[in-house]
């Protein structure tokens, strides 16, 4: 048998045995081409991980209720409320207060609040019946000085509709409501406060002359719903009861609550629900599938 050398564009073969076909052996590339070669599979590969890694560079700080210290300064319409050790930040932990801002619109004179749930868990406050607070909260480091997160959802759940007396409220219009202004939000940089998620079973009944936003469980629903546990795993029900607000570069922000609950006499009232983080359990994100699937195929072509 004799030899020949087989070209193929500008891949330098060997020379090769003629059996019933030629048998082409690559074994190096041209500089260019090889440089072109690594260069493709660079970007790919940079373009696999910014997909991967894209979610946890814009990752929302989540708070630890579970794992603060709840404080309460008892001092009526001037309470404070602080979750200490709440999250941490670069290394260092920062607490989340809720002050109470006295109106004259609203009633509330001071109350209860704490903490509770699995996970990462929740803060709550209670609002009596018949009463309304407005509360400015506020992250601060151990020494009280301002602490601006970057990227955060703030979620608030459970709320609903209830009431224990039929016959102090036969029109059943006790419920709990939330309300905010966006430009409520302070922090270094641009600061930004928006809604990305409405609960089916709340009811937006729209802006006023005090409130851009005001939120009320739906006129039609008598029901309380379970209070939730673990923020990363709500029922649909639980979890349509909700509302999550995201913010960019946030410090402070204003939330006021409600609790028209008629007033029984019995000093009965509800809580509101706090975390920073909730869902439904998590599934994996299609960015990051699809990032590890380029990978995968990266791989795949480097070995064969």
């Known amino acids: 048998m004799g030899f020949r050398y087989t070209r193929h564009h500008d891949v330098v073969r060997t020379r090769t045995r003629i059996l019933s076909r030629p048998i082409i052996i690559n074994t190096a590339f041209k500089t260019g081409d090889m440089k072109h070669h690594t260069s493709t599979h660079f970007q790919l590969a940079a373009l696999a991980v910014t997909l991967i890694l894209a979610p946890a560079l814009n990752a929302q700080t989540a708070l630890n209720f579970a794992g603060s210290t709840y404080t309460n300064n008892q001092a009526g319409v001037d309470t404070v409320h602080r979750w200490a050790n709440v999250g941490d930040l670069n290394g260092n932990s920062f607490d989340l207060i809720a002050t109470h801002m006295p109106l004259d619109y609203t009633t509330y004179q001071g109350g209860g609040g704490g903490k509770q749930g699995s996970g990462t868990g929740y803060g709550h406050i209670g609002m009596p019946q018949d009463t309304a607070g407005f509360f ?6 151990a020494g009280n000085n301002a602490v601006t997160i970057a990227n955060l959802d703030f979620s608030i759940l459970d709320i609903d509709h209830y009431t224990g007396n039929q016959d102090l409220d036969p029109d059943n219009s006790g419920r709990e409501s939330v309300r905010w202004n966006s430009d409520s939000v302070q922090g270094e940089g641009d600061s930004t406060m928006q809604l990305v998620y409405t609960g089916g ?3 937006n009944v729209g802006a006023n002359q005090l409130y851009e936003y005001r939120f009320k469980s739906f006129d039609n629903l008598i029901s309380q719903i379970d209070n939730p546990t673990d923020p990363n795993a709500l029922t649909q029900q ?4 909700s509302l999550k607000i995201r913010f960019t570069n946030v410090s402070s922000f204003e939330l006021r609550l409600g609790n028209s609950e008629p007033d029984a006499g019995d000093g009965g009232g509800r809580k509101f629900f706090f975390s920073g983080t909730s869902a439904l359990v998590p599934e994996p ?3 990051m599938l699809t990032g590890l699937g380029f990978i995968f195929v990266l791989f795949r072509r480097y070995r064969g």
């Open 238 to 241: 639980q979890l349509d009861h």
């Open 201 to 203: 079973g709340v009811q």
């Open 136 to 141: 400015e909260f506020s992250f601060v480091d």
């Open 285 to 287: 994100s299609s960015a």
